[in-house]
């Protein structure tokens, strides 16, 4: 205990801690990234990818609970850090900006708050599925496809068709790759893995990494304003017409989860 509190306390130690924790952070990124791709693949496949980790417990939370504990860790470690270089230089340089330094570097913890404050609504949003923050006023986890599974495509499509969700989305996600970008760099320094030989390639591994992710999760909401997935909502409507012809300008959503059974049949 008194190893970890003195390795805590150093710079050095927090360092470590960032690194380690960002690490895994941007392998969740890339399985994340993955995993959601699937909804090219149709209802079918994220559908039942998404069911696999609801009746999955024993990979679920501790995923869940990792996850969370790296994320605070991250966070607290950034703050702590800031707060030490801050209190190290009370008198702020007579010239601002300094060299070498890119925007993504000085401006690693307000994007790094931005993201914080993105991933929670995305929590709300998708996990949570909180009426109040989706713009329908309905639980998504009350969607379910005709096997009587959650209709993760469903959710997906109508919470990018709302266009303020997916500019937000869409900017979250262009910081969170900025940050990456950075911060991939930035890991391997702290461990003493980076150097004038391998510098430039890690430097171009992260920037790579980067673009391919935005590219991946921008396309999904791109894709849903363009119109992909609409056919799986109309769908929705003919499984249930009387209560689609109620109020033709909700969104077939509340018709599973009101008129038809599990199995996605009329009652």
Request: glycine residues 12%.
């Amino acid at each position: 205990m008194n190893l970890l509190q003195r390795v805590w306390r150093s710079s050095l130690g927090k360092k470590y801690v960032m690194a380690l924790t960002g690490a895994a952070l941007f392998l969740f990124v890339v399985g994340h990234m993955v995993g959601n791709l699937q909804v090219f693949l149709g209802p079918e496949a994220i559908n039942r990818y998404g069911h696999f980790l609801k009746t999955t417990p024993e990979i679920l939370w501790p995923a869940r609970i990792g996850l969370l504990t790296c994320v605070g860790l991250h966070i607290v470690a950034a703050i702590a850090l800031v707060g030490q270089n801050r209190a190290a230089r009370p008198v702020a340089y007579a010239k601002l900006g300094a060299q070498g330094a890119t925007a993504a570097s000085r401006t690693m913890i307000w994007s790094g708050l931005i993201i914080l404050t993105f991933v929670i609504y995305h929590l709300l949003h998708y996990t949570l599925t909180l009426a109040s923050v989706n713009g329908y006023g309905l639980d998504f986890s009350t969607l379910r496809d005709a096997e009587g599974r959650h209709d993760i495509f469903a959710m997906i499509v109508m919470g990018f068709q709302k266009w303020p969700v997916s500019v937000f989305y869409l900017i979250a996600v262009s910081l969170l790759c900025t940050h990456l970008g950075h911060g991939v760099g930035s890991m391997f320094q702290s461990l003493g893995l980076k150097n004038h030989v391998w510098g430039p390639r890690i430097g171009g591994f992260a920037r790579a990494a980067s673009v391919i992710l935005f590219l991946g999760y921008a396309s999904i909401p791109i894709a849903v304003l363009s119109g992909f997935g609409g056919g799986h909502l109309a769908e929705m409507r003919t499984r249930a017409p009387q209560r689609a012809s109620e109020n033709p300008a909700v969104p077939a959503r509340i018709e599973l989860s009101h008129g038809t059974n599990a199995a996605g049949k009329g009652k």
